[in-house]
C-alpha cells in the first residue's frame, strides 16, 4: 500500500518539476527566436515622420475694429479677430453737434444718475458736478460710479464740451508757456486733436488729467478726462497703480469717440504743416478724412496767420510776410530815409527806398528779399523780367 502512495507521489512531482523545466528550455532555445525581429527592436533607427508646412493663401479678414487678420494653422482657417472690449459698453449719440461714443457700466451718463449718486458726486474740484445747479447744455458728462474707490479718492469723469463761439486758432493753438508741458498734437479715429495737461488744486484737492481739443465744422470740442483725489486718510493721496488704472479706463473712452451724420465735404481752406516753407499757403482743396500729423487748416487766412504766429513764435504775421515767405523770399530789415516807404515794399518799382537820404526819416523797416534775378511786387516774388 506504501508503495502505492510513493509511485504517485513521485509521478505527481514529475509532473509538477520537470514537465515546466522542459517546457522552458523549449521556449528559451535561440534556434526558435526570430532575430530579425530582436535586431530591429533595439537597434534600427526610428526616422521620425516630419510634416510638411501648409502653404496659406495670402488672404485677410476685416475684423469689427478694423484690423485684418490672415489665413493660418494646418487647415489654413483665418486667424480669431482680437476681443473687443467695448463690445458691451453703452453707446451714447449727441445729435445736436453729432458725435457719439461709448462707455463703461462703472460710468454713466451725468442726466442718468440716481439722486443717491449725484450726492455722491457734489466732489470739492467739480470733476462730476451734479447737484441740482443748471448744467452747461453745450456739455457731456460721462462719470465714474464703479465700486473701487480707495482711499483718497473722489471721482473720475470724461466731459465733452461744445464752443460754436471759439476760433479755429483758438481751438487748435499750442500751449508754449514754460510752467505748462508742450501741446502735443495727436490723431484718434482720424481725428486730430490737441492734447494738454490738467492740473489743479485747493485745500487739500487735487485735479489732473488731459483736455483734448479739436475742430470740427465750425466748432470747437473739448474733451476733458478729470480724476480727482484728495490727501486722503493715510494723507498719502491716490495710489499710482489705481491713478494708471482709472486714465486707461478714461482713453478707452476716448479711444470710441467719433463724429456721426455726413462728413464735410470738399473745402478750400488756408493750410500750413511741418514741412512748409511759410504760412499759410494760398488756398487748396481738401476732401473726407484728409487731416495728417502736422496738418493745419482754416477757413480764414487771418486765422492761419494768427496761429502760425503763435507756434512759431514770431509774433503777429502779415499776409505780406507770409506771402514772401510763401514765394521763396526772406525777410530781412533796411534803414530807409524815405517818409512813405512802408513795410514791404514793391522792390520792383524804381525809387522804392532811394530818395534823398533824409536823416529825420530814418528807420527800420521790413523788406522781402527775393534773391538774384527776382523782386518783390508788393504782394509776392516775381522775376524781374515780369
Not at 291 to 297: D, E
Request: proline share 4%.
Amino acid at each position: 500500500m506504501q508503495n502505492k502512495y510513493l509511485k504517485f507521489l513521485l509521478i505527481a512531482l514529475l509532473i509538477a518539476f520537470v514537465v515546466p523545466q522542459i517546457a522552458l528550455a523549449a521556449w528559451w532555445n535561440p534556434f526558435s527566436w526570430n532575430w530579425n525581429n530582436i535586431w530591429n527592436y533595439f537597434f534600427q533607427k526610428q526616422v521620425p515622420t516630419i510634416q510638411q508646412p501648409t502653404a496659406c493663401t495670402q488672404e485677410a479678414k476685416v475684423c469689427p475694429d478694423g484690423s485684418a487678420v490672415g489665413r493660418t494653422g494646418p487647415n489654413c482657417e483665418f486667424a480669431a479677430c482680437p476681443a473687443n472690449p467695448t463690445a458691451d459698453w453703452k453707446t451714447y449719440t449727441n445729435t445736436q453737434y453729432n458725435f457719439s461714443l461709448s462707455y463703461p457700466a462703472d460710468f454713466a451718463d451725468i442726466d442718468s444718475l440716481t439722486t443717491a449718486q449725484q450726492n455722491s458726486l457734489m466732489t470739492y474740484m467739480g470733476a462730476c458736478f451734479a447737484g441740482n445747479g443748471t448744467r452747461n447744455p453745450n456739455q457731456s458728462n460721462f462719470c465714474y460710479i464703479g465700486l473701487q474707490k480707495p482711499d483718497g479718492f473722489d471721482t473720475a469723469s470724461f466731459k465733452i464740451t461744445a464752443n460754436n463761439s471759439e476760433t479755429q486758432a483758438s481751438c487748435q493753438q499750442t500751449n508754449a508757456s514754460p510752467a505748462r508741458e508742450l501741446t502735443v498734437q495727436t490723431a484718434i479715429n482720424g481725428i486730430t486733436f490737441y492734447k494738454d495737461k490738467i492740473e489743479d488744486a485747493g485745500l487739500g484737492h487735487y485735479l489732473t488729467g488731459d483736455s483734448y481739443r479739436t475742430y470740427y465744422k465750425e466748432t470747437c470740442y473739448h474733451l476733458d478726462l478729470n480724476i480727482e483725489s484728495n490727501r486722503g486718510v493715510s494723507e498719502k493721496g491716490l495710489s499710482a497703480d489705481f491713478s494708471s488704472m482709472m486714465k486707461s479706463k478714461l482713453e478707452s473712452i476716448l479711444s470710441t469717440f467719433k463724429f456721426t451724420g455726413a462728413q464735410p465735404a470738399c473745402s478750400n481752406l488756408y493750410w500750413f504743416d511741418n514741412t512748409s516753407a511759410g504760412p499759410c499757403q494760398t488756398q487748396k482743396q481738401f476732401c473726407g478724412a484728409y487731416m495728417y500729423y502736422g496738418l493745419k487748416t482754416f477757413t480764414t487766412k487771418q486765422d492761419c496767420l494768427n496761429t502760425w504766429s503763435i507756434d512759431s513764435g514770431r509774433g503777429p504775421i502779415t499776409e505780406k510776410e507770409a506771402s514772401c515767405m510763401n514765394t521763396g523770399g526772406k525777410v530781412e530789415t533796411a534803414t530807409c530815409y524815405c517818409s512813405g516807404t512802408t513795410d514791404y515794399y514793391n522792390t520792383c518799382a524804381i525809387g522804392g527806398c532811394t530818395c534823398t537820404p533824409n536823416p529825420a526819416y530814418a528807420r527800420q523797416i521790413n523788406t522781402c528779399n527775393c534773391g538774384q534775378g527776382k523782386c518783390f511786387d508788393g504782394q509776392k516774388c516775381v522775376n524781374v523780367n515780369n
